[in-house]
């Protein structure tokens, strides 16, 4: 695939992935690190060391004033009220029929500031919707292009992260809370987040900073970087949503088995229509499969139970931890089941499998 024909973005890190021999793809419109040696390497190293992820493609936007939490409580599904400065929340923003526009982390940086990190593929989408539906077009900024992003993940990286910073800046930073750090005269929001299930850290930062960050990590035999192959496999073990695929605009959180990021106690965009599936139900629920062998099935292989269709696999993939293909499956409720065996098949290749709860990897 060219670049020209594809006119893909490229992040401040572009010529650092060339450097290290990286296969690019297309990737939410942009020229993205699919792997540098192999994805199950990488998968491994990142749950027994530490990996460097490139996340620069992520969308920033901010949203600032005295109406900002007010404004922002009606657009998302997690509660802000009751959010102290400095925590990391996560959540949905929902059109009118309760359908998932996105999956987003709040981040509180004061009563009259506040920080979403939304998906790169739904940045334009976003930025439209928010905009009009906020009282003042002067309180929203996009500052994407600005803003680059870093992940380091595994159980070394706050090794890795105090080694890098020198002041132990890890040790009294909690799950899903932030704190603003000085590195060489950087200002780095660091916050203790990620997309593995392992501990890790999110570093954001001026775009200009980029290398030179890159290159204070990528230096410790301990990091490795990771591209998106097993960023994938990473998140499916644990059983993480990928926007897109197993979550969107057609199915609710409910659906996506996600209610707990909802806080129902409140006004919010598409609030009737959950209220209506909570009364009504709905038919079919996202669980997750384990494969009895080492093949996986891929998006939209049918899931069968007694030769009949009860649903379609959203993720698969293989996963290097526990040897066996795996992913997240839509199913009919009824068959929703931990261990309910069933077979995952496109017309071609039939795989035997189990319906499992989440995260697939304990």
């Known amino acids: 695939m060219s670049e020209k024909k594809y006119n893909l973005k490229k992040t401040p890190l572009y010529n650092k992935h060339i ?9 939410s419109g942009w020229n993205m690190p699919v792997q540098y040696t192999s994805i199950i390497d990488e998968h491994i190293h990142t749950r027994t060391k530490a990996g460097l992820f490139d996340i620069c493609h992520m969308g920033e936007f901010f949203l600032k004033g005295p109406h900002a939490e007010e404004e922002l409580e009606r657009l998302v599904t997690c509660r802000i009220s009751d959010m102290p400065e400095g925590k990391c929340r996560y959540g949905f923003m ?3 029929k309760g359908g998932i526009i996105d999956d987003l982390i709040v981040f509180k940086i ?9 998906n790169a593929g739904t940045i334009e989408k976003d930025k439209k919707w928010i905009m009009s539906r906020i009282s003042s077009k002067d309180m929203f900024a996009d500052e994407s292009e600005k803003i680059a992003k870093l992940d380091i993940q595994g159980p070394l990286s706050d090794v890795i992260v105090d080694n890098v910073f020198k002041n132990g800046v890890t040790q009294d930073l909690k799950r899903y809370h932030f704190k603003y750090v000085d590195f060489a005269g950087v200002k780095v929001l660091l916050s ?6 392992e501990l890790g850290y999110e570093l954001f930062f001026s775009a200009s900073f980029a290398e030179n960050i890159w290159d204070m990590f990528i ?18 073990e644990m059983g993480y949503s990928l926007y897109g695929s197993d979550i969107d605009e057609n199915h609710s959180p409910f659906e996506a088995n996600l209610d707990k990021f909802v806080f129902m106690e409140k006004c919010f965009i598409g609030k009737d229509a959950l209220l209506k599936q909570s009364e009504y139900g709905f038919s079919r629920v996202l669980k997750g499969f384990v494969c009895e062998t080492r093949r996986c099935a891929r998006s939209h292989f ?5 030769g009949n269709v009860i649903g379609e696999v959203t993720s698969g993939s293989f996963s290097p931890c526990l ?3 795996i992913g997240l499956c839509r199913v009919e409720k009824t068959f929703a089941v931990q261990d309910t065996p069933v077979i995952l098949t496109d017309g071609k290749i039939d795989v035997p499998a189990k319906i499992k709860d989440v995260p697939l990897l304990k």
Do not use: C, H, Q, W
């Open 19 to 27: 450097e290290l021999g990286a296969k690019m793809v297309p990737f």
């Open 94 to 96: 929902l059109n009118e």
């Open 110 to 118: 004061s009563s009259e500031e506040f920080k979403l990190v939304v």
């Open 192 to 197: 203790r987040t990620g997309y593995t299930g």
């Open 219 to 236: 230096k410790s035999d301990e990091v490795k970087p990771i591209g998106l192959g097993a960023r994938d496999t990473l998140r499916m």
């Open 302 to 306: 049918n899931v069968v139970s007694g």
């Open 323 to 325: 040897k066996k293909g």
